[in-house]
């Protein structure tokens, strides 16, 4: 475990080591019409009435990993952000309606970490990025190097995303419906997944790749997506005792 966590470039293909020391979900129920909100009791009531259902859930996988904890870095990546936040802005613009500042503040792709840093009095570096259909890989590798550059502080790893309004008129969008999920990322954690991505064509259709990671982290198995002319690849293990 210890050779790969630095990541590591051998015939094009790249891989590393995500040691997971604890993990954290959140979707909605498949029953449910509309999706409830999430609770989250430790965001104190006048700004948490403001709160998304996109920054809710974010904070409340954030809090269920690391709640606890105190000292941490934390990495948050999402693909869309919180777009139908940002979407009724442009609408109000369109509209020439003024903006709220508060509004535009919760909108910003740090948003959430900051509101969670706030709330927890954390004061430690943290880091928001988007980077396509592939923001969870990219997000989780981001991480994955900012623990081997400090092995003794962990990383607390966001992804959120849920689908864009209709309005953009995206067809076939691969997220369907609102998800996220939390890892926290300590050297010592007795399980890790290998992640490997390698140059790849392929016409095959996978799940999003959130939702392809989630079926490697939930299940403990394997699991694979394809995107950006990369295929990326994950795999579970866990020391032995």
Known sequence: MEKLTHPHVDGGTLNWIVPVS???????????????????PFIEPSLRRRLSLFARMSLKVAHDCAGDMSGIR????????DL??????LLDLADKELLSPTTFSMSVLNA???????????LSPSTALAAGDSSLGYGLLEACMQLTAEPTTP??????DEPAPGIYGIENEDIQT?????????SNANAWILCETEPAQSTIKF????????EC???KKDARWHGAHQLWKWSWHERAN
């Open 178 to 186: 609102p998800l996220a999920l939390a890892i926290l990322l300590e």
């Open 22 to 40: 604890r993990c954290a979900f959140w979707e909605p129920e498949a029953s449910a019409d509309s999706p409830k909100m999430p609770d989250v």
């Open 207 to 214: 799940p999003s790749q959130p939702h392809a990671f989630l």
């Open 112 to 122: 959430c970490i900051g509101i969670y840093s706030i709330a927890k009095k954390e």
């Open 74 to 81: 934390i990495v948050f990546a999402s693909r869309h952000g």
């Open 84 to 89: 139908t936040r940002t979407t009724s802005m």
């Open 155 to 160: 990383v607390l790893f966001i992804y959120a």
């Open 217 to 219: 982290l939930r299940n």
